[in-house]
Each structure stands twice: as C-alpha cells, then as structure tokens.
T-cell receptor, first 113, second 111 residues
Framework: GQQLNQSPQSMFIQEGEDVSMNCTSS?????WLWYKQDPGEGPVLLIALYKAGELTSNGRLTAQFGITRKDSFLNISASIPSDVGIYFCAGTISSGSARQLTFGSGTQLTVLP | EAQVTQNPRYLITVTGKKLTVTCSQNMNHEYMSWYRQDPGLGLRQIYY???????DKGDVPEGYKVSRKEKRNFPLILESPSPNQTSLYFCASSFNGQPQHFGDGTRLSIL
C-alpha cells in the first residue's frame, strides 16, 4: 500500500510567489523523484535524487533528499502560470524492490495571475 | 523522438469483456511498468517487468495480467473487467527501473 505522505494536497498561490511541498514516510527510501503532471498527460520527471542530503536544482525548481532518508521537499521559486499542475513525489523503499516505485498522492498547484 | 506509446487513449466497455491496452517504447529500455491513477491515491503500480519474459506484481495486481514477449512491448490485459477497474492507466519505461518515463495515459471506463 501507499507509504508516502505528500503535503499539501492543494495550493493556491499568486504568480511570482515561491512554493514548497514535501513528502514524508515512515520507511527509509533509496531514491526520491519529483514528477509534474499536466492535464491529459503522463507524469514528467522534474528532479531525481539518489543520495541522502543531496540538493539538486532544475531551473526554478530545487529538491532535497532528506538526511534521514525518510523525506524530501520540492521548492519552486517565482512561480509562473505554466507551473500549474499536479506534482508527485515518488521513491524506492530500501526494504523493497529497487524496481518498485511508490508515489505520493500529489499536490495540485494553482497559480493565480 | 523517445516515446512511450499507449493505445487506446480512451475506451468505454462493459463488464466481463476482455480488453488489452498496448504499450510500446522506442528507447530500448529493459524496464517497463503499469500504473493506475485514481483521485486522491496518486499512482499505484500494477505490474512491472525487468526484461523479456520477466514480470512481477506491483501493489495492485488483482484482475490484471501482463506479458513481455518483446523488449519494446508490455501489454496490460484485463481478462474480465469490472467497474472498479475504471481508472486512468499509465505505462512507463526506463533503463534500470528509475527514473521512469511515462506514456500519455489510457482512460478506461467499465460499465
């Protein structure tokens, strides 16, 4: 079953504001991935994290692999209208198969002009 | 262009009528998987395959079958669909299991 808690479930922000969302788990993860899903499309990989403490950026996006290996966060700076979508965290649990991804339930982001 | 292609994109059918959703990738990826997406539940893995003729159950395999006879194809089979299998389905592929590249989804409605 699902073992990731993603929050918040939804966010409404003004264009230009920064955004932060996170995922936590009671299990230790070996990898953390962040995806974005636009309506009618499949999830697209934004950032992949492979080591505890790793901080990685992709343009205005920054994600970190928590030191405890049980959490990760995603920050979006200076939001723009095209940031609208659903953001998912995902990862592989250290006690499970390296091929099995577990997903969070998603954060629905709305950017108001 | 690197792609994961699913067909059909939309299907409305009736309970008990066998159906197959095809998935094909052109990236020579060894790993392929199927997910279903339901509101508030994120994506849940149905089955995955690490190579030809190697498949394994994910979190929600009941009511589904898969096969991997060729590296590029990984069809999802619903032998006797039921209304609780109404969902949005995604196929994904990768070289080693992650990160995974997703298709555009198949929306199934089982009446």
């Amino acid at each position: 079953g699902q073992q990731l808690n993603q929050s918040p479930q939804s966010m409404f922000i003004q264009e230009g504001e920064d955004v932060s969302m996170n995922c936590t788990s009671s299990s230790i993860f070996n990898t953390w991935l962040w995806y974005k899903q636009d309506p009618g499309e499949g999830p697209v990989l934004l950032i992949a994290l492979y080591k505890a403490g790793e901080l990685t950026s992709n343009g205005r996006l920054t994600a970190q692999f928590g030191i405890t290996r049980k959490d990760s966060f995603l920050n979006i700076s200076a939001s723009i209208p095209s940031d609208v979508g659903i953001y998912f965290c995902a990862g592989t649990i250290s006690s499970g198969s390296a091929r099995q991804l577990t997903f969070g339930s998603g954060t629905q982001l709305t950017v108001l002009p | 262009e690197a792609q994961v292609t699913q067909n059909p994109r939309y299907l409305i059918t009736v309970t008990g009528k066998k159906l197959t959703v095809t998935c094909s990738q052109n990236m020579n990826h060894e790993y392929m998987s199927w997910y279903r997406q339901d509101p508030g539940l994120g994506l849940r893995q149905i089955y995955y395959s690490m190579n030809v003729e190697v498949t394994d159950k994910g979190d929600v395999p009941e009511g589904y079958k898969v096969s991997r006879k060729e590296k590029r194809n990984f069809p999802l089979i619903l032998e006797s669909p039921s209304p609780n299998q109404t969902s949005l389905y995604f196929c994904a592929s990768s070289f080693n299991g992650q990160p995974q590249h997703f298709g555009d989804g198949t929306r199934l409605s089982i009446l």
